[in-house]
């Protein structure tokens, strides 16, 4: 499995031979100017919530591939409406895919689209594909229900937001890193704007000084698990 960084929540994953998209929002963020989305490859676009910092890039990324979306019944509609592919999902449910198995689980947060109709409940995403488990937690305030998460999967790597204030800071995202029982942690939605800058050294040392290890990679810069 590997994951690419592409700013913000945007995230690239090769898994089980296809290419997912999480919540792409590159084409308005000056610290992606150098990633050209038309060279971004999507069988699948992942979608937390219907903000415009995380589906921007959505309908043209679609107009050029064949990608399904996968997100909540809202999301996944509003996208079925225009004439894309999609495949809804709802809190707690869980589909086999032809990539691995995913699961759609609770997030705090709000979600809307730019007009400001109802983009239902948001949420987060655990990846189960190629032996590798993944987290994908959205937007999203530290809550209890990620407690629950590793009482079904074995977490390879958690993806948590900490930028703070519209979600978790660092020292929340080491508590969610306990809640979900995983200390290998990427780090996503920092600097991108004023609200979320964050320094860099502290939160690595936070994380270390509790034996856990936060990944803050450069944009387009990937990992492998």
């Known amino acids: 499995m590997k ?4 700013g913000h929540g945007s995230l690239g994953i090769e ?11 590159i084409s ?9 989305i038309n060279e971004l490859n999507a069988d699948y676009i992942l979608l937390t919530h219907a903000h415009g910092d995380h589906i921007l890039d959505v309908e043209y990324i ?11 019944y ?8 225009k004439g894309f592919k999609y495949h809804p999902m709802n809190h707690g ?11 759609y ?6 979600s809307s689209f730019a007009d400001g109709s109802y983009g239902g409940n948001p949420g987060g995403f ?11 937690a959205g937007d999203t305030a530290l809550t209890m229900d990620m407690k629950l998460i590793p009482l079904r999967t074995k977490l390879d790597l958690a993806i948590l937001p900490i930028g703070s204030n519209f979600t978790m800071d660092v020292d929340d995202a080491i508590i969610a890193s306990d809640f979900v029982e995983c200390d290998k942690i990427l780090g996503v939605h920092y600097d991108t704007f004023g609200y979320i800058e964050i320094n860099h050294e502290e939160a690595i040392r936070k994380f270390f000084n509790k034996g856990k290890d936060l990944m803050l990679l450069e944009i387009g810069e990937s990992i492998e698990l």
């Open 28 to 36: 308005a963020n000056p610290k992606a100017s150098h990633i050209n």
């Open 15 to 25: 898994v089980g031979g296809k290419h997912v998209l999480v919540d792409p929002y």
């Open 93 to 103: 449910g869980s589909w086999n895919f032809d990539f691995g198995k995913v699961k």
């Open 105 to 110: 689980v609770s997030a705090v947060h709000s």
């Open 74 to 81: 809202e999301i996944a509609t509003h996208f079925a409406d």
């Open 3 to 6: 994951i690419t960084c592409y």
């Open 126 to 136: 655990v990846v189960e594909g190629e032996h590798k488990n993944i987290y994908i």
């Open 62 to 72: 679609l107009g050029r591939t064949n990608a399904v979306i996968i997100s909540n």
